[in-house]
C-alpha cells in the first residue's frame, strides 16, 4: 500500500536558519507529491505540490523535488522566520482517478527570534 | 469566494450520544473527502463522496460511522454511540469535479470531545 514517512520533530531553529524536512514516499505508479502545512488551532494549507518526477514545487520561499530514484520529496527554506512555526504534514496522491491522500504523522517546526 | 465551511468548530459529547458534522464545500466542488487527525497523528482518510455518492469509505470504521452528501445541503458525517476513543479532529476537504484535479482544499475541521 501507499505510505509516506517524515523526519520526527520538532524541529526547533533560530531565525534565519536553513530547513530540511525529510520525506520520503512508498507507492505504485506515479503519485503526486504535496506538502501541506497547519498553523495552531487550524486546518491544513497547501504549501505546495508536484505532480511529476524532478518538477518543483515552491511557494512562500518553501521549495521541494519530486526525486523518483530515492522516493523523496523533501522541504527546504533558505531563511526560516518565527511566523514559519506550524505542523509540516508530507502527502501523496496515487492519481489512480480520484485523490484520496495519504499522509506523514506530521513534523512540528518551532523558530525562535 | 468562500472556502471549504465546517460547523460547529468545537463539539462537546457524552459516552453514548451522537455527533454531527458538517462540511460544505468550496463552491463548484462536488467532491467532499473526511480524514480524522487523532492526537500526535497525522490525518488518516476515512471517506470520499460525491453528491449523493459514497465512493470510497474504506477509511471508515463499520460501527457507528456513516457519512452522506445529499443533492442539496452539506455534507455530514454522523458517529453514533461516541466512545472516548473517537475524540479527534475530524476534516473535510473538497476538490472540483476536474478529471485530474488532485488538489484538495481543507476546511478549518471539527474538534470532537467526548467526555
Known amino acids: 500500500g501507499n505510505s509516506v514517512t517524515q523526519m520526527e520533530g520538532p524541529v526547533t531553529l533560530s531565525e534565519e536558519a536553513f530547513l530540511t524536512i525529510n520525506c520520503t514516499y512508498t507507492a505504485t505508479g506515479y503519485p503526486s507529491l504535496f506538502w501541506y502545512v497547519q498553523y495552531p488551532g487550524e486546518g491544513l494549507q497547501l504549501l505546495l505540490k508536484?505532480?511529476?518526477?524532478?518538477d518543483k514545487g515552491s511557494n512562500k520561499g518553501f521549495e521541494a523535488t519530486y526525486r523518483k530514484e530515492t522516493t523523496s520529496f523533501h522541504l527546504e527554506k533558505g531563511s526560516v522566520q518565527v511566523s514559519d512555526s506550524a505542523v509540516y504534514f508530507c502527502a501523496l496522491s496515487p492519481n489512480s482517478g480520484y485523490s484520496t491522500l495519504t499522509f506523514g504523522k506530521g513534523t512540528m517546526l518551532l523558530v525562535s527570534p | 469566494n468562500a472556502g471549504v465551511m465546517q460547523n460547529p468548530r468545537h463539539l462537546v459529547r457524552r459516552r453514548g450520544q451522537e455527533a454531527r458534522l458538517r462540511c460544505s464545500p468550496m463552491k463548484g466542488h462536488s467532491h467532499v473527502y473526511w480524514y480524522r487527525q487523532l492526537p500526535e497523528e497525522g490525518l488518516k482518510f476515512m471517506v470520499y463522496l460525491q453528491k449523493e455518492n459514497i465512493i470510497d469509505e474504506s477509511g471508515m470504521p463499520k460501527e457507528r460511522f456513516s457519512a452522506e452528501f445529499p443533492k442539496e445541503g452539506p455534507s455530514i458525517l454522523r458517529i453514533q454511540q461516541v466512545v472516548r476513543g473517537d475524540s479527534a479532529a475530524y476534516f473535510c476537504?473538497?476538490?472540483?469535479?476536474?478529471?485530474?484535479?488532485?488538489?484538495?482544499?481543507f476546511g478549518p475541521g471539527t474538534r470532537l470531545t467526548v467526555l
Open positions: 508536484a505532480t511529476k518526477a524532478d
Open positions: 476537504a473538497s476538490s472540483p469535479p476536474t478529471r485530474g484535479q488532485d488538489t484538495q482544499y
